[in-house]
Every structure is written in structure tokens, then in C-alpha cells.
């Protein structure tokens, strides 16, 4: 089975801090994989240093057995919402438009079947009738469907997403986590930021744990046990602690 992500002794390190440590796993096509661990221990910048977003150890990357900037069209990513400017003058279809111009060359127009794409994009995460509605006037579960929506829309083959079910209702989650499903039926693979240890079996196929360094990576079955991640989170073992609330329990 190929790779679609290969990390061989990857490190970030910050002005003052080592956010990452020699962190080395692949990650096989057609998997559904979490990114687990505590507060601060490197998740969003795993997904950064895997787009070259924040400065790391050069060569230690290859996506789809190929070096980033030539298959940067083929990877989609979903930023947390925190990071994105919500006050910028655009409508929730310009956004979803956005996944499509990932893949258009200068001022190509936007053929007939991207439109189509954006236009199922909106449907899947139920849009439709916001789609006029200025970004700064959605509510936190409609601004991270906007953004799948955009993901959807780009047709992707590796979708990296950080946080998408922070601060989103039940109906949004089943959404997002349908959608994590659908790609996986279309062959594609995805790698999640996720923070509710009580999901994981339900919502993933494979976890990367992490604390700085990496703990284990793998499927579900062989990584995820009570042993690891008690190392992960240094000895908070109790999975009912560990919903969203968790960033202060851990
Ligand atoms: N731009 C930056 N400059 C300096 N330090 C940073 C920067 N971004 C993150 N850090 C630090 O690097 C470490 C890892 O941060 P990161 O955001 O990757 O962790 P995380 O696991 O995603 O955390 P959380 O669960 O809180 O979102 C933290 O100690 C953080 O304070």
C-alpha cells in the first residue's frame, strides 16, 4: 500500500520552544486518521510543517511520495477557525468558490463542472440557504461547515483538517464526520485534529499520538490502548474527562 504522507525525523522548533521533536511515521492512502494529544503538544504544527507553513527540518516531508510543491493541488487543508479572518468582506459561496481557484490558473473562468462541485459542496454541509450570508454572520458549527465546504470543493486526495468539530453543535458533527466517511469511500485520505479521546474508535481508523514527540501511529486496534495514551497524556487515563472540555483536565 502507498504513503500518502512520509514524516522521517521531522522537527519544528519555534523562537523558545521545541514544538516537535524527531517525529517519523507514514501514513498509508485511504486511511481516516486522528491527531491526538494534549494541549500544546504539536498537532496543528504537524499539519503546518506537513504544508510547509512553519519552518521545520527540510527533506523530512513527502506527500504522495513526491515533495510538497508538486502535489500541493491535490491536498486540502482546514485551517482552525480561530485563524481565519471572519471580517473579510466575502460570502459563504465566494468561500466555497475559493476550493475551486486552489486548482485554476490566473483568471480562468470557473467551468460548469467546478461549478457543480461548489454547488454539491454547499448541499453536502446543508448551505444552501447561507450561501449569501456574509462569513462574519455565521454561527461557530456554520463557519467550519463553510470550510469543508471548501475542502469538498477542491476535490482533494489528502485533506488535513485541525479541530473541525470545535465548537459545533451534534447535528454539524455527524455532518463533518459523514463527510470524513464519504471521502474514504471515494479513496481518498484525511488526518484530523481531534480532541475527544471518547470519539476516536467511532469517527477514526487510524491515530497518531502525540506529545512533542511521537508516541505511536497506526490503526485504531494496535494504537490506540490504554497504555499509550496514558503516555501520551503523562498518566490522565479517564476517558470520560476528555470531551472538548479536556484542555483544562489535561
Ligand atoms: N507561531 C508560534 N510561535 C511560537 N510558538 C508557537 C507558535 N505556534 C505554536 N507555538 C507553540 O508550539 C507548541 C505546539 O503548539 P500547537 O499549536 O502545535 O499545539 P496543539 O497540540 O495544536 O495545541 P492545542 O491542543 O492547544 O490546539 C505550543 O507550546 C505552542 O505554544
Do not use: C
Not at 503546518?48 to 516531508?61: F, G, M, P, R, Y
Not at 483538517?161 to 464526520?177: F, H, N, R, T
Not at 514527540?213 to 499509550?228: C, H, R, S, Y
Request: proline letters at 4%.
Amino acid at each position: 500500500m502507498k504513503n500518502v504522507i512520509s514524516i522521517n525525523e521531522l522537527n519544528v522548533v519555534y523562537q523558545q520552544t521545541n514544538a516537535l521533536e524527531n517525529i517519523s511515521f507514514n501514513l498509508p492512502t485511504n486511511a481516516r486518521a486522528a491527531i491526538v494529544g494534549p494541549n500544546g503538544a504539536g498537532k496543528s504544527t504537524l499539519l503546518k510543517a506537513t504544508l510547509n507553513l512553519v519552518n521545520s527540518s527540510k527533506q523530512s516531508i513527502q506527500l504522495f511520495e513526491q515533495p510538497l510543491n508538486k502535489v500541493r493541488h491535490r491536498i486540502a487543508y482546514v485551517p482552525q477557525t480561530s485563524e481565519v479572518n471572519w471580517n473579510f468582506p466575502t460570502t459563504v459561496y465566494d468561500v466555497v468558490l475559493m476550493g475551486i481557484s486552489a486548482k485554476r490558473w490566473g483568471f480562468q473562468a470557473i467551468k460548469p463542472e467546478q461549478k457543480m462541485l461548489a454547488e454539491a459542496a454547499l448541499e453536502k454541509m446543508q448551505l444552501n440557504e447561507l450561501r449569501e450570508r456574509p462569513i462574519n454572520q455565521l454561527s461557530g458549527g456554520q463557519k467550519q461547515r463553510v470550510f469543508i465546504a471548501r475542502a469538498i470543493a477542491q476535490n482533494a486526495d489528502l485533506y488535513l483538517l485541525d479541530e473541525p468539530l470545535a465548537g459545533v453543535d451534534i447535528k454539524s458533527e455527524q455532518l463533518i464526520m459523514d463527510q470524513l466517511l464519504e471521502f474514504q469511500a471515494q479513496g481518498k485520505t484525511s488526518m484530523t485534529v481531534h480532541h475527544d479521546l471518547n470519539t476516536v474508535p467511532e469517527y477514526f481508523d487510524s491515530v497518531i499520538l502525540l506529545n512533542r514527540q511521537l508516541i505511536a501511529a497506526g490503526p485504531l486496534d494496535e494504537v490506540f490502548t490504554k497504555e499509550n495514551i496514558e503516555t501520551t497524556y503523562h498518566g490522565v487515563t479517564s476517558l470520560t474527562h476528555t470531551s472538548s472540555d479536556s484542555k483544562e483536565v489535561i
